[in-house]
């Protein structure tokens, strides 16, 4: 019997109402696409997963470079572990994900690719709670309703634990995008925190996944993971955004650091 993981956050993370949420994701990728430049084949994107009052204008940046491939079929979306300690990756056992927009279909058979590996368990409490996969999620439906998504919650997992499930996934299907959510740095002052995210977006420039840990990201994990992929297939990451909340919706006081990158063919981008 297929199953579906009810929306968790929806009217607070991002409107409950179907109509206003696809209106607020159409004028966002929309405003988005002219401030994106036009880049070769797109493997993989960062987005960042706060409300969306808050990070949707930057998390729109990243999809509207997504967006430059056209019909994309297949999407692995990682994010961190907020609401259970976990170690390795958890899969969801469900077989769709929703929200007001619908049900985005869990790929099943990149689910069964990665069943096998040590640091992958099928286990629904990771995703019950977790908004940071959720709010990726109407981005994807709106850009791609077609598209059958591998929601991955990742704990403590090294860069190789984390590339090995890529590729499990992308030996399925090669034109598989990735899509990693994280948030950068946490309730530091408006100015320390710019520094602290520039320096942090340095070492993803550099690929540098030794040297990223959650208190630079929450998607530490996933995004280390990604960088190790891209090492690997010689990706080239490319800064579209990054703010934080002192520069959206919130005081300076306390800000959340909010990140958006392309990762292109590195050949291609030359």
Not at 5 to 14: H, M
Not at 128 to 142: M, Y
Not at 195 to 211: G, Y
Request: proline content about 8%; hydrophobic content about 45%.
């Amino acid at each position: 019997m297929s199953t579906v993981r009810p929306p968790a956050v929806a009217g607070l993370f991002y409107p409950d109402d179907a109509q206003a949420l696809r209106q607020y994701v159409h004028a966002v990728l929309a405003r988005a696409a002219h401030e994106v430049p036009r880049l070769p084949k797109v493997e993989a994107v960062v987005a960042p997963h706060a409300g969306y009052r808050y990070s949707g204008e930057i998390a729109a940046r990243a999809f509207a470079a997504l967006a430059e491939r056209g019909d994309v079929r297949r999407i692995l979306l990682l994010g961190p572990a907020h609401t259970v300690p976990l170690r390795g990756i958890a899969a969801p056992a469900w077989d769709g994900f929703a929200t007001p927009l619908g049900t985005a279909p869990v790929d099943t058979e990149g689910r069964k690719a990665i069943a096998h590996l040590p640091q992958v368990v099928i286990d629904n409490v990771p995703h019950a709670r977790e908004h940071a996969l959720e709010v990726e999620l109407p981005f994807i439906q709106v850009l791609f309703p077609q598209a059958q998504v591998l929601p991955l919650v990742v704990g403590q997992a090294t860069p190789s634990e984390v590339a090995e499930v890529i590729e499990a996934v992308r030996a399925l299907d090669p034109d598989t995008a990735i899509v990693i959510s994280s948030d950068l740095s946490h309730y530091e002052p408006y100015e320390q925190a710019r520094r602290h995210d520039a320096i942090t977006a340095e070492k993803i420039a550099r690929l540098d996944e030794a040297h990223i840990g959650p208190m630079d990201a929450c998607g530490a994990y996933p995004l280390s993971g990604l960088l190790h992929e891209a090492r690997l297939h010689r990706w080239r990451p490319m800064l579209l955004d990054l703010r934080n909340s002192g520069d959206t919706a919130g005081e300076k006081s306390r800000v959340v650091g909010y990140g958006a990158w392309a990762f292109v063919d590195a050949a291609a981008a030359a």
